[in-house]
């Protein structure tokens, strides 16, 4: 990559009559990226004389607090390529062609191919992540000053912002994105919450696994992707429970194996999330003849997808991701029977913050009782799994 950069620049630097020398006396610095090049380009193809270069940049704000909008990415330093001598001698018994004398005429077409090249080297350095894992994706909810704002701890008033850690994978329907945009249950919900807290939330992306680590080190101060709250997990962090989800078993649209609960699944191919819960109970099936034969698979995507191509007969996994799937247009999956081991979905905060803890309770119960909380688990067919009010670290 290094060598294509360097060679589209001295390409286009050649077409365009820029100087890749020491800079001339009283010259002042000479660009050293590909930016200025690029401008060059652009001047020469509108045919307009070339605009001033920019001043200095800001400094960047913080990774963690981003300006409104705004993703930090690493600024480019392309540096010099190797210049060739300033006179090669041709080799015995061959011709040198006369240089041209005044300002050699270039193609069109290489005119326009070197401005590309010299556009594309200036832009894709730019393209690479931040060396801090956090973040790789912000994302920024303007809200209007809320009622509940001074339930918040006095460090976010301050800071002006909630940050909240959410998954980098698509949890559809919990969090994923949707047209580019960042949408899911989680996300709408944490979005009415900000309203009625009148505080913005900037969202940094993460792997799931890592989000409870991240609220606990205060990397996050809320953790929102379809968390469970469990026992084991309460030991680090503590949860509001917004939703109550188990497990469903989802099979072909036809349905021709006429299965109707876990107990049908004897003698079938069941695929489940490999290593999960889920893996377990339907191992641990009692079986009079042919017992269970298990696939394993990555997320309940895979899983759910299995079924559709045929490769396994039933599945076996959550119940927002088989619900939000099977009403997707052309989905071909039908859920059936009830659902297994419910539980609460939640919020996790820091154990040591409990201010925030309850502002987060109080506006979840605000979201409930003006109706928009319905409203949210409607779009997502979720309507099931609703509570009647905020609860705190009720996973048994």
């Not at 286009?12 to 002042?28: D, I």
């Not at 605009?51 to 705004?70: I, R």
């Not at 680590?213 to 101060?221: K, L, P, Q, Y």
Request: with cysteine; net charge positive; charged share 20%.
């Amino acid at each position: 990559m290094a060598r294509l950069r360097g060679v589209a620049l001295r390409t286009a630097a050649s077409v365009l009559g820029v100087r890749r020398g020491p800079a001339a006396a009283g010259a002042g610095p000479r660009p050293r990226d590909g930016h200025s090049v690029a401008r060059r380009c652009a001047a020469a193809i509108l045919g307009v004389p070339l605009p001033p270069a920019p001043g200095p940049a800001a400094a960047p704000a913080s990774p963690l607090h981003p300006p409104h909008g705004w993703t930090q990415l690493i600024p480019s330093d392309l540096g010099d390529p190797p210049r060739p001598p300033a006179h090669v001698p041709a080799p015995p018994g061959r011709r040198v062609a006369a240089r041209r004398h005044g300002p050699r005429r270039w193609p069109g077409w290489l005119l326009v191919t070197a401005c590309a090249a010299a556009v594309l080297t200036a832009v894709l350095p730019d393209l690479r992540p931040a060396s801090h894992p956090f973040p790789r994706t912000v994302h920024v909810s303007p809200v209007s000053p809320g009622a509940l704002f001074p339930l918040l701890p006095r460090r976010i008033q301050q800071a002006g912002r909630l940050v909240v850690g959410t998954a980098r994978a698509d949890l559809a329907p919990m969090v994923f994105t949707d047209g580019g945009t960042l949408t899911g249950l989680d996300t709408d919900l944490l979005n009415a919450l900000a309203v009625k807290l009148g505080i913005p939330i900037v969202r940094l992306t993460a792997d799931r696994s890592s989000l409870v680590a991240g609220v606990t080190d205060g990397r996050f101060d809320v953790a929102a992707a379809g968390l469970t709250d469990t026992p084991s997990r309460q030991r680090y962090v503590d949860f509001v429970d917004y939703f109550t989800a188990g497990s469903v078993v989802t099979v072909a649209a036809a349905n021709p194996d006429r299965v109707r609960s876990l107990a049908d699944l004897c003698g079938r191919t069941v695929a489940v999330i490999a290593h999960g819960a889920d893996a377990a109970l339907v191992s641990a099936q009692k079986c009079a003849a042919a017992p269970v034969e298990v696939v394993g698979g990555s997320s309940a995507a895979d899983v759910l997808q299995r079924v559709r191509t045929g490769e396994a007969d039933a599945s076996f996994t959550d119940f927002p991701s088989a619900v939000f799937a099977a009403g997707q247009p052309g989905s071909r999956l039908l859920v059936v029977g009830e659902q297994i081991g419910p539980g609460p979905y939640g919020f996790a905060v820091a154990k040591d913050d409990p201010q925030l803890r309850q502002a987060l309770a109080a506006a979840l119960d605000a979201v409930i009782e003006d109706g928009t909380y319905e409203r949210i688990l409607q779009k997502y067919r979720l309507a099931e799994g609703a509570v009647g009010s905020a609860q705190v670290d009720g996973g048994r």
